[in-house]
C-alpha cells in the first residue's frame, strides 16, 4: 500500500506502508547510526517524533530483546529506503516488520531518505504527517494546519515510570544511586549496575525531599524527550538537588534540565545531532571522543553564569555545549550519550567517574 | 601542532605491483605525499616502480627510482640525509624495508626518525610471536597457534588445539604445502609435506576458525591518542578466503549494534594500546552463532582495505595519516570533502559499496581456481548504489571480464548433484554458482549451510534471480522496469531476458521517466553539506550532480577499470596526468572509472568524479547529466577504447585521434591499405574468421604463425602455432569469448623487437625514445625487459624507425598518443602493432627522457603545436641514462599457472633500473624485481635441444662468475662439448635423486629452463617450474633473459649509484 509522508510546508515524499496502518501527525527527525535501529526506536528521548534512518538498509539483523533500551519502542513512526525482507542473525526473535506491527507504530519504507534528510537539514525539523490516505484540496489544507499545529509536549511524563522502581545490587557495599527517569534507557541502569550500584529509579515528578530522604550516595539524571523548558515543575525540584551536595551525573534532557535549574537558557538545534559520530571535545584535556548523541535542543553556553558552571565538552563540528561542570560542587552532566546503545562506548570512562564522584575520589 | 624538527621526509613506495600489492600504494604515497608538501616538507621519494604517479617529480622533490634494497637505501640516505622516514605508506615492502633498515641500525647511524608509527610498535603488531603476546597482554582474544619443527610437535598441538587446524608451512610461497586438517591423518599428511616444503621445516598450527564471519575495521589515532573508526567492512566470503579475494562490503550489514560495537571497541583498544600513529586496519574473525571474536591480524599501515575504506567513505586515510606524522591532531586536520567538519569524526554511510576482486584466471587457464588464503586477485573494483543488490550488479559489471549480471556464467547444464558439489567449492564463480541454485529453488538455509555465506547475502542474491524471472514474463510494465532499474538491471541484460530490443527498453524507461540520478559521497550522510563532487548513480532518488556553472568547457576522461594482467597502473598514470594537463588549460574535468585503488578515483584528481562501471549504459547515464564538450579515450587503455563508438552515439565528440583513424589502425583490411600507400613493411597476414580459414593462411605463410584476436591488449588470446593441431586449440580457447572482431594470422618473425610511443601535433611527430626488448619476439612486450636507448639496432634502422613512424602517425592523423612495435632484423625494419593511443611503456619512457608525454600529448589535443611548446619534432636526443625496465611476475601465487613466458602477458607489473652504465642499469632493475643474486651460486639448466648452443656463452659467463651448474643430460653433454664445467642432473620423471630432490635442497640460486613451444610443451617442465617458484627459486624461460642477468651480474651491486631522476624529470621541463 502507498504511504505518504507530507511535511508542514506541504513536501510531499512517496513510500509503501510498513508496520501498523494508522495515520499519525509527528515531528519528524533523522538519525545518521548505520546500526541499532531498535535502540533507537525503543530509545523514549524519540517520544513525539518519528525517525528517519539515513542509512538506507534497516532490519537487516532483525530485532532482539537483547537491543530493548526501554519497555516499549516510542517513537511515533519509522521512515527508512529499504526494510529488509529476511534478516539474518543469530540474535533475532522477530523481524522489524513485526516488531513495528505488534507496538501499532507506522512506517514508510522506499522513501528517497536523503532528500527528506537534506530537506529537513536545510529547512530545520520539523512536523509532518505519515498517512496512507491521498489527500488532496481543502482536505490537505485542513491537515496542513493540523501538522503545523502539532507540539511534542508532556512527553517526559508518557515515558517515566509511574512508581519507583529498585534495582537491588548484587555487591553489599554498593553505592546507592537514585536515578531520576527523564525517560532513562536500560543502559543507563545497566551502567551503573555493572559498577555495583543499588539504582533506585525515580519517576520524574518526584519531589526533591523524598529522593534526599532516601540518603542515596549519587543521584543520576537520565535523557528524556521533548523542549527542556517545558519541565518547569522537574527543573524547581533539579534546583533543590542541587542545592544539596549529592554527587550528580545527568545525561541529555537531565544535563539540560540542570542548566536550566542553574539559571543558563536552552534553544532548539536546527536539526539536531542524531546520530553515533558525534566528535566532542574535553576542554580540560583536549582530547576528542566520538560520541552518541540525540538531542534537538542544545544549552547555550553563552548564558551560563560563570560562577556556576563551566564547560568541560565542546561539540567540534558545530561547537555547541556538550558538557558542564559545576564549580564547587560534585556535579558533571554531559549532552552526549555515555551509555551508547546504539552507538560508541568511547565516554562511557564517565560512569567511572561518578563512581569516583561518589568515593569522594573526585572534586 | 606540527612537529617544527620534521623537514626532510624519506618516503618508501611499494615496488612494482604484484598480487597483494597493487595500485592502493601509488595512491596513498601520492596523497600522502601531497599532504606532505602542503607542509613545505622535502619529500625524498624510492620506490622502484616507474608507472606510478608518486615517482613524479611534481608529487615528490626527489625522486629515486631504485631498487627497494636496504644497501641502496642507505646509499640514498647517505646522500640525502633525510631528518625523518615515513614507514607506514608502502605496504609491507615498505614497512619491512624501514623495519631492516632500523634494525641494521642505519636509520640511527644517519639519524633519520621513524614517525608515525614507531619500530617498537611495528614489530608487535607483524611479528608473529610478539601479536600474540601483545594481544594476550590485552586480553584480546586470538586463535590459538602454535610453530612446530617436526611431525611429532605438529601432531600434539593439533590435538591440544582441537581439530580442526589450520597448518601453514613458513617461507613457503602461494600457500603451497598448507592445507585444513580434520583429522589426525590429514593433518599427519599435510604436516609431513609441509614441513618438507619449507625452508625453515617450520609449520604453524592453528585453531581453524574457516566459516566465522570476517569483519575489518580502520581505525585511526594521532600522537595525543584521540581514535576514531574510519569504516567497518563485512566480507561476504566468511573467513577462509583472503580479504583481497573476498567480495566485501561497507559497510557491515549482518552486525548488531552490540556486535559493531564490541569489534569498534576492540579496535580502538588494540589501536591505543599499541600506540599506532596513524591508520591501522584491524581484521576479525566474528563467530557466527554467538557472541564472540578473535583478532585475526592487525595492519599498522596504509593497505588496500585503507585504500577502499577511504574510497567508500570519502575520508582520505593517508593525508591524514601523514598530517598526523607530522604531528598534527585529529581536530585540527579539516575534512576536505564537507570543509565544514574536521578529521576527528566517524564517516557515516547512506549507501551501500560493494567490492569484488578481479582474478587473473582469463590469463591462467591452467590455474586453479580456488580461493583460499592466498591472495589471487589482481586488482579489484568497487561499486556504490543505494541497495546491496544494486552494488553488486554494478560491480560484477565493471570487472572487465566479459560479464554483466548474475546469467553471464551459464551452469544451467550442470545436473544438480554437479550443481551442490560446485557449492562445496570457494572459487571465483561461486556467486554465479549461488545464483544458480536459487534458480532451481534450492534453499537459502541449504546454500548457507554449504558456504556458510550469511542468509542476508544470500537472500540478496534470491532477490536478483527472482527479478531474472519476473522480466520474462510478458508484457513488460512500468513497474518492472523500475524495480529492475533500481536493481541495476542493465538494459543489455532485461533486453536478453524479456525480448525486446535494448534500444527499446532504454526508450521504455525514459518514457516512463526511470532516469538515473546521481548522488554524492559526502562522508557523513548529508548530515552537513558538502562541496565535492564525488558521485554514483542510483534510480529512484533525487539527482544532486548539478551542473557547476563554472563556465568552462568540460572533458570526460575514461579511466582504466580494475588492475588487471595487460592493463596496470600505467594506464591510470595517463588518466591523471591527462586530467591535470586539461585542468591547467582551463577545462572542467569528468573522471569515470570503478578502481578504488588508484588516485584517479581520489576526491580532488577530476574536477567532477563518477565512480561507475565502465560500460555504455553507465557512461551514458554521465553523458545525460554532464553533456561534455568532448572525450578522451586515448589514455585509458582497452576500457576506454571500447567506449568509443558508444560515446559517438551519444553525441560526444572523441578529442584527440579521430574514432574512424583509430578503427582505421585495428582494421586489418584499411591498415593493410595504409601500409601499402606508405610502403611499410609488415610481416605477412591474413584476417580470418573460423578455424578452416586459419589452417588455410598458416599453410599460405608457413609455419610458425602468430594467432591472435583484434581489439586486444596485454596479447590476450595470443599463440605461437607451430602446426595445425595448435591452430584449432588456439581458435577454440578464443572463441569462448564472444567475438565481434575477427582473428589475425601473422607470420612469425623473430628479430629484435623495439617499440616507440610517439606524439603527434597534426603536422610533426615528437618520438621521445626508442626502447629496445631484450627478448625476441614471441615474448609479449609486456613480458619483455625493455632498455632504453635501444643499443642494438643499427643507425640506419633507427632512421627508418623515425621515417615509419612518421609516416604512419600523418596517415593515421594522430592527435596525440601513438605506439608503435617493430621487428628489426640487421637494417630491415617491419612492423608488428599499432596502437593510436597511450601505452603502458608511456609513464616509463616519460621518467627516464624527461619528456612529459601525456601532458604533452593532452596540449596537443586541445590544439598547441609542439613547436610552441618548445620542442623540436623527431627523434630526441638520448638523456645519458640506461634505464631497463624488467617485468615482474606473482606466479608463485597463482597455483598451477605455467611461467613459461610466450606471447600472452603474464606480468602483473613492472620495475625500473637506471644508471650511467648499462650493465649496471640491468643489474638494479634485477634487484627492482627482487632477484637478489648471488647467493648460494647454484643453479640448473635445462635447455630445449634447439637452442644448447645458444646457452653455451651464457653458461660460461655463470662459471666463470663462480657458478656450479647442473644440467639435464641433453643440455650437460653440449655443454662439455663446449667446455663449461657442469654437473649432470637427472629430470624430474626419472628416478632420485633428480632434479626435485635439488630444488627442495633449498640451496638453489635460479633455474634456467627453455621449454619447448605449442603444445608440446613437457609437463616434466611445467612440475619443476611451479615447484622452483613456490619455494622462492628464480626461474628464467628465455635465454636472452639469462643473458641479460649474466651480464648484470658482472657489474658489483656494492657499485650502484643512486640516480635521482627528478634531475632527469625536470631537465626536459619546457614551457608548460
Known amino acids: 500500500m502507498k504511504a505518504y509522508l507530507i511535511l508542514e510546508d506541504g513536501t510531499t515524499y512517496v513510500g509503501t506502508a510498513i508496520g501498523e496502518c494508522k495515520e499519525v501527525i509527528s515531528e519528524i527527525v533523522f538519525q545518521t547510526a548505520m546500526t541499532g535501529y531498535q535502540e533507537v526506536l525503543s530509545d523514549p528521548s524519540y517520544a513525539g517524533q518519528a525517525i528517519v534512518m539515513t542509512y538506507p538498509l534497516i532490519g537487516n539483523y532483525g530485532v532482539s530483546h537483547i537491543d530493548m533500551e526501554s519497555r516499549k519502542p516510542w517513537a511515533d513512526a519509522f521512515l527508512v529506503r529499504e526494510l529488509a525482507r529476511e534478516p539474518s542473525s543469530w540474535r533475532r526473535d522477530n523481524t522489524l516488520e513485526n516488531f513495528l506491527k505488534e507496538y501499532h507504530i507506522p512506517g514508510i519504507a522506499g522513501l528517497d531518505t536523503r532528500s527528506l534528510t537534506k530537506h529537513l537539514r536545510r529547512n530545520g525539523t520539523m512536523n509532518g504527517c505519515i498517512t496512507t490516505k491521498h489527500y488532496e484540496g481543502f482536505e490537505k489544507k485542513d491537515l496542513l494546519e493540523r501538522i503545523r499545529a502539532y507540539r511534542v509536549c508532556d512527553v517526559v511524563q508518557r515515558v517515566s515510570v509511574k512508581e519507583p522502581v529498585f534495582y537491588p545490587s548484587g555487591s553489599r557495599n554498593g553505592k546507592k544511586v537514585a536515578l531520576i527517569d527523564l525517560g532513562t534507557k536500560r543502559n543507563i541502569i545497566y551502567s551503573l549496575e555493572k559498577r555495583g550500584c543499588t539504582v533506585c529509579i525515580y519517576p520524574a515528578d518526584s519531589a526533591a525531599n523524598e529522593i534526599l530522604a532516601a540518603r542515596p550516595d549519587g543521584i543520576m539524571l537520565s535523557n528524556g524527550p521533548g523542549d527542556p523548558a517545558e519541565n518547569t515543575g522537574i527543573i524547581r525540584e533539579i534546583r533543590k538537588l542541587y542545592e544539596s551536595d549529592i554527587p550528580i551525573f545527568a545525561i541529555c534532557l537531565g544535563h539540560q534540565l540542570m542548566a536550566l535549574a542553574t539559571g543558563a537558557k536552552t534553544f532548539k538545534l536546527t536539526y539536531g545531532h542524531r546520530g553515533g559520530n558525534h566528535p566532542v571535545k574535553d576542554l580540560s584535556t583536549g582530547k576528542v571522543y566520538i560520541s552518541a548523541q540525540n538531542h534537538g535542543y542544545a544549552v547555550d553556553a553563552n548564558t551560563l553564569d560563570p560562577a556556576v558552571a563551566v564547560e568541560s565538552f565542546r561539540n567540534v563540528n558545530d561547537g555547541t555545549n556538550e558538557g558542564l561542570h559545576y564549580l564547587g560542587k560534585r556535579i558533571r552532566t554531559v549532552q552526549f550519550h555515555p551509555e551508547a546503545r546504539p552507538g560508541p562506548t568511547d565516554t562511557d570512562y564517565l560512569f567511572d567517574e561518578f563512581m569516583e564522584m561518589m568515593e569522594g575520589r573526585h572534586a | 601542532m606540527r612537529d617544527p624538527r620534521i623537514k626532510k621526509v624519506l618516503v618508501i613506495g611499494s615496488g612494482p605491483i604484484v598480487i597483494g600489492q597493487a595500485a592502493e600504494f601509488d595512491y596513498a604515497g601520492t596523497q600522502a605525499c601531497e599532504a606532505l608538501k602542503e607542509d613545505d616538507i622535502e619529500v625524498v621519494l624510492v620506490n622502484s616502480n616507474p608507472a606510478t604517479i608518486m615517482t613524479d617529480v611534481s608529487i615528490a622533490d626527489h625522486v629515486y627510482i631504485e631498487p627497494l634494497t636496504t644497501g641502496m637505501l642507505t646509499r640514498i640516505i647517505e646522500k640525502e640525509r633525510p631528518d625523518s622516514l615515513l614507514p607506514t605508506l608502502g605496504g609491507q615492502a615498505g614497512l619491512n624495508l624501514a623495519m631492516a633498515l632500523e634494525e641494521k641500525g642505519i636509520l640511527n647511524e644517519y639519524q633519520v626518525r621513524l614517525i608515525g608509527t614507531t619500530a617498537d610498535t611495528i614489530r608487535r603488531a607483524e611479528d608473529r610471536l610478539m601479536f600474540k603476546e601483545t594481544m594476550e597482554q590485552m586480553g584480546e582474544p586470538i586463535a590459538a597457534s602454535e610453530v612446530v619443527h617436526s611431525l611429532e610437535d605438529g601432531l600434539r598441538a593439533a590435538a591440544e588445539i582441537g581439530y580442526p587446524v589450520v597448518l601453514r608451512p613458513a617461507y613457503t610461497l602461494g600457500g603451497s604445502g598448507g592445507g585444513i586438517a580434520y583429522t589426525k591423518d590429514q593433518c599427519r599428511e599435510i604436516l609431513e609435506n609441509g614441513l618438507r616444503l619449507s625452508r625453515v621445516h617450520e609449520v604453524l598450527v592453528e585453531k581453524c576458525i574457516a566459516g566465522w564471519k570476517e569483519i575489518e575495521y580502520e581505525v585511526i589515532r594521532d600522537g595525543t591518542g584521540n581514535v576514531i573508526t574510519v569504516c567497518n567492512m563485512e566480507n561476504i566470503d566468511p573467513v577462509g578466503v583472503h580479504t583481497g579475494d573476498s567480495i566485501v562490503v561497507a559497510p557491515s550489514q549482518t552486525l548488531s549494534d552490540q556486535e559493531y560495537q564490541m569489534l569498534r571497541t576492540s579496535s580502538l583498544h588494540i589501536i591505543s594500546e599499541l600506540q599506532i600513529t596513524g591508520g591501522c586496519n584491524v581484521q576479525f574473525a566474528l563467530h557466527p552463532d554467538r557472541l564472540e571474536y578473535c583478532v585475526i591480524e592487525v595492519n599498522p599501515r596504509v593497505s588496500r582495505s585503507s585504500a577502499l575504506a577511504s574510497k567508500a567513505t570519502g575520508y582520505p586515510i593517508a593525508r591524514v595519516a601523514a598530517k598526523i606524522a607530522l604531528g598534527y591532531r585529529l581536530d585540527e586536520i579539516r575534512n576536505e570533502v564537507t570543509k565544514e567538519t574536521y578529521?576527528?569524526?566517524?564517516?557515516?554511510?547512506?549507501?551501500?559499496?560493494?567490492?569484488?576482486?578481479?582474478?587473473?584466471?582469463?590469463?591462467?587457464?591452467?590455474?586453479?581456481?580456488?580461493?583460499?588464503?592466498?591472495?589471487?586477485?589482481?586488482?579489484?573494483?568497487?561499486?556504490?548504489?543505494?541497495?546491496?543488490?544494486?552494488?553488486?550488479?554494478?560491480?560484477?559489471?565493471?570487472?572487465?571480464?566479459?560479464?554483466?549480471?548474475?546469467?553471464?556464467?551459464?551452469?544451467?547444464?550442470?545436473?544438480?548433484?554437479?550443481?551442490?558439489?560446485?557449492?562445496?567449492?570457494?572459487?571465483?564463480?561461486?556467486?554465479?554458482?549461488?545464483?544458480?541454485?536459487?534458480?532451481?529453488?534450492?534453499?537459502?538455509?541449504?546454500?548457507?549451510?554449504?558456504?556458510?555465506?550469511?542468509?542476508?547475502?544470500?537472500?540478496?542474491?534470491?532477490?536478483?534471480?527472482?527479478?531474472?524471472?519476473?522480466?520474462?514474463?510478458?508484457?513488460?510494465?512500468?513497474?518492472?522496469?523500475?524495480?529492475?532499474?533500481?536493481?541495476?538491471?542493465?538494459?543489455?541484460?532485461?533486453?536478453?531476458?524479456?525480448?525486446?530490443?535494448?534500444?527499446?527498453?532504454?526508450?521504455?524507461?525514459?518514457?516512463?521517466?526511470?532516469?538515473?540520478?546521481?548522488?554524492?559521497?559526502?562522508?557523513?550522510?548529508?548530515?552537513?553539506?558538502?562541496?565535492?563532487?564525488?558521485?554514483?548513480?542510483?534510480?529512484?532518488?533525487?539527482?544532486?550532480?548539478?551542473?557547476?556553472?563554472?563556465?568552462?568547457?568540460?572533458?570526460?576522461?575514461?579511466?582504466?577499470?580494475?588492475?588487471?594482467?595487460?592493463?596496470?597502473?600505467?594506464?591510470?598514470?595517463?588518466?591523471?596526468?591527462?586530467?591535470?594537463?586539461?585542468r591547467r588549460e582551463g577545462w572542467e574535468t569528468i573522471m569515470i572509472n570503478n578502481n578504488p585503488e588508484t588516485v584517479s578515483t581520489d576526491f580532488d584528481t577530476a574536477d567532477r568524479l563518477y565512480f561507475e562501471p565502465l560500460t555504455a549504459e553507465d557512461v551514458r547515464k554521465v553523458v545525460e547529466i554532464e553533456h561534455p564538450d568532448g572525450a578522451v579515450v586515448q589514455f585509458g587503455g582497452q576500457t576506454a577504447i571500447g567506449l568509443t563508438e558508444a560515446l559517438k552515439r551519444f553525441g560526444v565528440p572523441i578529442l584527440g585521434t579521430a574514432p574512424d583513424d583509430v578503427d582505421a589502425a585495428e582494421d586489418r583490411k584499411r591498415f593493410d591499405e595504409i601500409l601499402e600507400r606508405t610502403g611499410i613493411p609488415r610481416p605477412a597476414g591474413h584476417t580470418v574468421f573460423t578455424a578452416e580459414e586459419a589452417k588455410q593462411a598458416a599453410k599460405a605463410l608457413g609455419y610458425p604463425v602468430l594467432v591472435r584476436p583484434s581489439y586486444v591488449l596485454g596479447g590476450q588470446g595470443m599463440h605461437i602455432a607451430v602446426d595445425e593441431e595448435d591452430i584449432e586449440e588456439y581458435i577454440g580457447e578464443i572463441n569462448r569469448y564472444q567475438q565481434d572482431h575477427p582473428i589475425l594470422v601473422d607470420k612469425y618473425i623473430r628479430g629484435t623487437e623495439v617499440e616507440i610511443d610517439a606524439i603527434c601535433d597534426g603536422d610533426q611527430v615528437l618520438i621521445p625514445g626508442i626502447m629496445e626488448h631484450v627478448e625476441r619476439t614471441g615474448i609479449h612486450s609486456g613480458d619483455s625487459i625493455s632498455v632504453y636507448p635501444a643499443m642494438s639496432i643499427s643507425e640506419a634502422a633507427k632512421q627508418k624507425i623515425l621515417k615509419d613512424a612518421e609516416m604512419l602517425a600523418m596517415a593515421l592523423h594522430v592527435k596525440g598518443m601513438i605506439n608503435i612495435q617493430f621487428i628489426v632484423d640487421g637494417d630491415e625494419v617491419s612492423i608488428i602493432e599499432v596502437n593510436p593511443r597511450s601505452s603502458r611503456t608511456v609513464p616509463y619512457i616519460s621518467k627516464v627522457t624527461g619528456i612529459p608525454v601525456v601532458d604533452l600529448a593532452t596540449k596537443v589535443i586541445c590544439g598547441h603545436s609542439l613547436a610552441s611548446m618548445g620542442y623540436q619534432p623527431g627523434l630526441q636526443p638520448v638523456s645519458g641514462y640506461f634505464a631497463v625496465k624488467m617485468p615482474v611476475f606473482s606466479f608463485e601465487k597463482i597455483q598451477g599457472a605455467d611461467i613459461a613466458l610466450g606471447p600472452e602477458m603474464k606480468s602483473t607489473g613492472e620495475c625500473l633500473g637506471v644508471a650511467k652504465e648499462m650493465n649496471e642499469a640491468m643489474g638494479k632493475a634485477f634487484a627492482g624485481a627482487g632477484i637478489s643474486l648471488p647467493k648460494s651460486r647454484k643453479m640448473v639448466i635445462t635447455v630445449r635441444d634447439r637452442s644448447q648452443e645458444e646457452m653455451v656463452p651464457v653458461a660460461k659467463k655463470f662459471a666463470t662468475l663462480g657458478y656450479q651448474i647442473y644440467a639435464t643430460a641433453g643440455t650437460c653433454s653440449t655443454f662439455r662439448k663446449h667446455g663449461v664445467l657442469c654437473e649432470e642432473i637427472r629430470k624430474a620423471e626419472a628416478a632420485s635423486p633428480n632434479i626435485l630432490d635439488l630444488v627442495l635442497e633449498h640451496d638453489l640460486d635460479l633455474i634456467i629452463d627453455i621449454p619447448e613451444t605449442g603444445i608440446h610443451a613437457s609437463h616434466d617442465g611445467f612440475r619443476i617450474r611451479r615447484l622452483a617458484v613456490e619455494t622462492g627459486v628464480y626461474v628464467i624461460s628465455a635465454v636472452d633473459t639469462a643473458r641479460a642477468l649474466s651480464d648484470a651480474l658482472s657489474y658489483p651491486v656494492g657499485f650502484q649509484e643512486p640516480v635521482d631522476t627528478g634531475i632527469i624529470q625536470n631537465r626536459s621541463q619546457r614551457s608548460i
Open chain 2, 343 to 582: 578529521a576527528c569524526f566517524e564517516p557515516m554511510l547512506d549507501y551501500c559499496v560493494v567490492k569484488m576482486p578481479r582474478l587473473p584466471f582469463d590469463k591462467f587457464i591452467s590455474a586453479e581456481h580456488s580461493l583460499g588464503t592466498q591472495m589471487k586477485a589482481t586488482g579489484e573494483v568497487m561499486a556504490i548504489s543505494g541497495s546491496f543488490e544494486g552494488g553488486l550488479m554494478k560491480a560484477i559489471r565493471s570487472l572487465e571480464q566479459h560479464v554483466d549480471s548474475l546469467l553471464s556464467y551459464d551452469y544451467s547444464h550442470l545436473s544438480d548433484d554437479e550443481l551442490s558439489d560446485l557449492l562445496d567449492q570457494v572459487d571465483d564463480r561461486r556467486i554465479w554458482i549461488i545464483a544458480e541454485a536459487l534458480r532451481r529453488k534450492y534453499s537459502v538455509a541449504g546454500i548457507h549451510k554449504k558456504t556458510q555465506i550469511d542468509k542476508w547475502f544470500l537472500d540478496k542474491i534470491k532477490v536478483l534471480v527472482e527479478m531474472e524471472s519476473v522480466l520474462k514474463r510478458r508484457p513488460m510494465t512500468n513497474d518492472v522496469l523500475r524495480r529492475a532499474k533500481r536493481l541495476e538491471f542493465p538494459d543489455a541484460v532485461i533486453a536478453r531476458l524479456s525480448g525486446y530490443p535494448e534500444e527499446e527498453i532504454h526508450r521504455m524507461c525514459k518514457q516512463a521517466g526511470i532516469t538515473a540520478a546521481f548522488q554524492m559521497v559526502d562522508t557523513c550522510a548529508a548530515e552537513f553539506d558538502a562541496r565535492t563532487p564525488y558521485y554514483y548513480s542510483a534510480f529512484g532518488v533525487e539527482n544532486e550532480a548539478m551542473p557547476s556553472g563554472s563556465g568552462k568547457k568540460k572533458i570526460l576522461i575514461l579511466g582504466s577499470g580494475p588492475i588487471r594482467i595487460g592493463q596496470g597502473v600505467e594506464f591510470d598514470y595517463c588518466c591523471v596526468h591527462s586530467t591535470w594537463a586539461f
